[in-house]
């Protein structure tokens, strides 16, 4: 069960926005579906959460940009739970070329969990908590780059 979760992606045309590269709406995308991809590897696919009634709702995001991506290119992004509170989790990203290993963007979730027929928070149950190793050392994800 990966702590830091990893995946590659190869922009393609679709991708890619009027100046050129790749638009800032496919980062949100590609935030949520490794988040799920995450969560499912975890032992959390989607269907276990609307079994239980409960589920995640982000509350906000944050991606700063550093470098523009380009069609064709691989991107590999990896995210990881950075905490947990009663009833929310913040959730780190951090997308790099795979060529130069160069970082294109940094990026934060705040995600509240909720009980989804009434959509208000709900307490994070131990077991879900259990599932996640919580990653608070940044610096862990960055030596990813150098290795």
Not at 66 to 73: C, H, M, S
Not at 123 to 137: C, G, H, M, Q, S
Request: aromatic share 10%; with cysteine; charged share 25%.
């Amino acid at each position: 069960m990966p702590r830091i979760f990893t995946r590659e992606i190869i922009v393609t045309q679709a991708d890619i926005d009027s100046q050129g590269h790749v638009n800032n709406l496919r980062y949100l995308q590609w935030m949520q579906d490794a988040a799920v991809a995450h969560t499912t590897a975890q032992g959390w696919p989607m269907q276990r959460y609307a079994d239980a009634g409960l589920g995640w709702v982000v509350r906000s995001h944050a991606i700063t940009y550093k470098r523009p991506a380009f069609l064709g290119e691989t991107i590999t992004v990896c995210t990881w739970i950075s905490g947990f509170s009663q009833r929310s989790s913040p959730r780190r990203y951090l997308f790099w070329r795979a060529a130069d290993k160069k970082v294109l963007a940094e990026a934060e979730t705040l995600w509240v969990f909720v009980d989804l027929a009434s959509g208000r928070p709900a307490k994070v149950p131990e077991e879900l908590r259990a599932a996640f190793e919580v990653v608070e050392d940044e610096g862990e994800v960055r030596r990813m780059l150098e290795g």
